[in-house]
């Protein structure tokens, strides 16, 4: 049997509410409004569509009568139907990023690499971020803006730059960066929902490594880069 419109969008209202009480724990006391205001800084799906979903909280209570949720006295539009139950899938069923976006061919390079055997494979594979690893365990990230800043600190230092890149290794040069949050680990179950929150709650962030359980000592399954946030917005806007 067929469900109707209204059944349809209070399923999908139902699962929106369940999920992000789930999700985060909410307090079951709390409304739905304040579920979604609060969700708002921890959720980049629900912080795009804010007033839409607040705009549904509203038309649920429309839709059903007061007291009586089995009493259905207004039936919404197939197109209000079709979005919240795309909204309803983001939120409650995010897809996964691995695969989907990112750079699923990870090049890795070992820490005892000379800066200019480094240089020569970032322009022969056009990769701007390479793990660099000692051994079997990840000891940095490589971005190529980071090593041009190093490589302008060692000339305005007068240090002759042929001889630096030619006799230094690799692993020195994440070391040179020091202490930064512009690279993190994630594991293989990592959503694209994910991704985008952490991009959008840190601005120095440029790199998600993905590892199956998210160590520095397992081997890199994909990586995630800032500019892979324009890809990860379009497949969450299918709600569009």
């Given at each position: 049997?067929?469900?109707?419109?209204?059944?349809?969008?209070?399923?999908?209202?139902?699962?929106?509410?369940?999920?992000?009480?789930?999700?985060?724990?909410?307090?079951?006391?709390?409304?739905?409004?304040?579920?979604?205001?609060?969700?708002?800084?921890?959720?980049?799906?629900?912080?795009?569509?804010?007033?839409?979903?607040?705009?549904?909280?509203?038309?649920?209570?429309?839709?059903?009568?007061?007291?009586?949720?089995?009493?259905?006295i207004a039936e919404p539009h197939d197109d209000i139907v079709v979005k919240i139950e795309k909204l309803a899938e983001?939120?409650?069923?995010?897809?996964?990023?691995?695969?989907?976006?990112?750079?699923?061919?990870v090049v890795t390079i070992n820490s005892e690499t000379p800066i200019s055997q480094t240089m020569e494979l970032m322009?022969?594979?056009?990769?701007?971020?390479?793990?660099?690893?000692?051994?079997?365990?990840?000891?940095?990230?490589?971005?190529?803006?980071?090593?041009?800043?190093?490589?302008?600190?060692?000339?305005?230092?007068?240090?002759?730059?042929?001889?630096?890149?030619?006799?230094?290794?690799?692993?020195?040069?994440?070391?040179?960066?020091?202490?930064?949050s512009y690279f993190i680990l994630a594991d293989e179950r990592l959503t694209i929902e994910a991704a985008m929150n952490?991009?959008?709650?840190?601005?120095?962030?440029?790199?998600?490594?993905?590892?199956?359980?998210?160590?520095?000592?397992?081997?890199?399954?994909?990586?995630?880069?800032?500019?892979?946030?324009?890809?990860?917005?379009?497949?969450?806007?299918?709600?569009?």
């Amino acid at each position: 049997m067929n469900k109707t419109n209204a059944e349809r969008f209070i399923t999908a209202y139902n699962n929106i509410d369940y999920g992000l009480r789930s999700i985060y724990n909410f307090k079951r006391s709390m409304t739905y409004s304040d579920v979604v205001r609060r969700s708002v800084m921890l959720n980049s799906v629900v912080r795009k569509y804010e007033e839409d979903l607040i705009d549904y909280g509203r038309l649920r209570n429309a839709i059903i009568h007061q007291g009586n949720s089995k009493y259905v006295i207004a039936e919404p539009h197939d197109d209000i139907v079709v979005k919240i139950e795309k909204l309803a899938e983001l939120i409650c069923e995010p897809p996964v990023a691995i695969g989907r976006v990112g750079n699923k061919e990870v090049v890795t390079i070992n820490s005892e690499t000379p800066i200019s055997q480094t240089m020569e494979l970032m322009y022969r594979t056009g990769y701007s971020n390479l793990p660099i690893y000692q051994g079997d365990k990840l000891i940095g990230v490589l971005n190529r803006g980071k090593l041009m800043d190093v490589l302008g600190k060692k000339v305005s230092e007068g240090i002759n730059i042929q001889d630096y890149i030619e006799n230094t290794h690799v692993g020195s040069v994440v070391e040179d960066m020091g202490v930064d949050s512009y690279f993190i680990l994630a594991d293989e179950r990592l959503t694209i929902e994910a991704a985008m929150n952490y991009f959008e709650n840190n601005r120095k962030l440029l790199i998600i490594l993905i590892t199956k359980d998210a160590k520095d000592t397992g081997k890199p399954l994909s990586i995630i880069a800032y500019p892979d946030i324009i890809d990860m917005k379009k497949i969450l806007d299918v709600y569009e």
